[in-house]
């Protein structure tokens, strides 16, 4: 995981692998105007995670 610790402090992105099933479950979300802020708060969870996870100290 030193490459994505590395990614994160150079270039300030985060690598994130998605699933088939959660993009065929969020696009078909999509089609539904009342669930569209479900992606979004998903993937916030997700992100959150991962840089809890992978990035503790940029936690602080």
């Known amino acids: 995981m030193n490459?994505?610790?590395e990614l994160y402090s150079d270039h300030k992105k985060v690598v994130i692998k998605?699933?088939?099933?959660?993009?065929?479950?969020?696009?078909?979300?999509l089609r539904n105007?009342?669930?569209h802020?479900?992606?979004e708060k998903e993937l916030n969870a997700l992100l959150?995670?991962?840089?809890r996870t992978?990035?503790?100290n940029k936690c602080k």
């Open 18 to 29: 998605l699933s088939a099933k959660f993009l065929e479950k969020h696009l078909k979300k």
């Open 48 to 51: 959150d995670t991962y840089v």
């Open 54 to 56: 992978y990035f503790p």
């Open 37 to 39: 802020d479900a992606l």
């Open 3 to 5: 490459w994505a610790r």
């Open 33 to 35: 105007p009342q669930k």
